[in-house]
Antibody
Framework: QVQLQESGPGLVKPSETLSLTCTVS??????????WSWIRQPPGKGLEWIAY???????SYNPSLKSRVTISVDTSKNQFSLKLSSVTAADTAVYYC???????????????????WGQGTLVTVSS | EIVLTQSPATLSVSPGERATLSCRAS??????LAWYQQEPGQAPRLLIY???TRATGIPARFSGSGSGTEFTLTISSLQSEDFAVYYC??????????FGQGTKVEMK
């Protein structure tokens, strides 16, 4: 059974860098048939996709956050991480990590949704 | 950025009734659309991907339809555990991936 678990500080000061790690069990972040994403949800609001990476090293970022976000992977620990710099109160949210399986349709790779999610971790930006 | 607009914002339904949720995309996403259910304090759960394919373990009362810019999630006979917030999400190869603002299905 695949499980994802987010970890990191629950409180970050304004202007500092938010750092979170997602530990994957029951599957490998090196598996070429998945994208691995970060998504966030401000309290009482909707979902916002932040970024994903693929085992080949390719990454994709939400343009609204791209200048402040870095996603990386540690295959030896089967983990991937998120860094969000220069945070403000607007970055207060529950942060989720999630997996996207890839399938083949008409000879091309297609995403099959976000099938496994971590439980989420609340990060509050406050002094 | 592709904007997804869900309607209605809130849907009041009695148990056993049918619920129909709508998701409209600002430009074509082909069939690259998923639906999720989120209960309070929980992570979203994948219900439908590819616009119409049920995810593993999802009951048959959940069905998805549509392509291009118009999509529908139908819950054929609402059970007590189905009262939750539902989100659509597009995942074309033109990031960013985006979510709709959600539809809350509440008990009438």
């Amino acid at each position: 059974q695949v499980q994802l678990q987010e970890s990191g500080p629950g409180l970050v000061k304004p202007s500092e860098t938010l750092s979170l790690t997602c530990t994957v069990s029951g599957g490998s972040v090196s598996n070429g048939t998945y994208y691995w994403s970060w998504i966030r949800q401000p309290p009482g609001k909707g979902l916002e996709w932040i970024a994903y990476f693929y085992h080949s090293g390719s990454t994709s970022y939400n343009p609204s956050l791209k200048s402040r976000v870095t996603i990386s992977v540690d295959t030896s620990k089967n983990q991937f991480s998120l860094k969000l710099s220069s945070v403000t109160a607007a970055d207060t949210a529950v942060y989720y990590c999630a997996r996207s399986p890839l399938g083949i349709k008409w000879g091309a790779a297609v995403v099959l949704g976000l099938d496994y999610w971590g439980q989420g971790t609340l990060v509050t930006v406050s002094s | 950025e592709i904007v997804l607009t869900q309607s209605p914002a809130t849907l009041s339904v009695s148990p056993g009734e049918r619920a129909t949720l709508s998701c409209r995309a600002s430009q074509s996403v082909s069939s690259n659309l998923a639906w999720y259910q989120q209960e309070p304090g929980q992570a979203p759960r994948l219900l439908i991907y590819g616009a119409s394919t049920r995810a593993t373990g999802i009951p048959a009362r959940f069905s998805g339809s549509g392509s291009g810019t118009e999509f529908t999630l139908t819950i054929s006979s609402l059970q007590s555990e189905d009262f939750a917030v539902y989100y659509c999400q597009q995942y074309t190869n033109r990031p960013p991936w985006t979510f709709g603002q959600g539809t809350k299905v509440e008990m009438k």
